[in-house]
């Protein structure tokens, strides 16, 4: 199963993760099965994150053998 990680970030720091991405994936090594959501605007992930979604979240993270 890949990871989900919704954080905030600014553009910079968008870019900067791709740069390193490209590289790795430059240097043949195996990407990360991850993927990321990135908000400059923390008010936009409290959007994102209703109570009813974080108690999902964290019945699927209680999961046996799911986790990561």
Same mark, same amino acid.
């Not at 910079?12 to 991405?21: A, K, M, N, V």
């Not at 991850?34 to 019945?59: G, Q, W």
């Given at each position: 199963? %890949?990871k ?6 600014? @553009? ?8 390193? +991405? *490209? ?10 099965s991850? %993927? ?7 008010? @936009? ?8 979604? +974080? *108690?999902?979240?964290?019945?699927i ?6 986790? %990561?």
């Open positions: 199963m %890949s989900l990680t919704i954080r905030t970030g600014t @553009e910079d720091d968008f870019f900067q993760r791709g740069r390193q +991405l *490209a590289r790795a994936a430059d240097r043949g090594e195996a990407l990360p991850e %993927s990321t959501i990135s908000f400059e605007d923390p008010a @936009e992930v409290v959007k994102l994150i209703t109570t009813a979604r +974080l *108690a999902l979240f964290r019945a993270k209680g999961v046996p053998g799911q986790n %990561s």
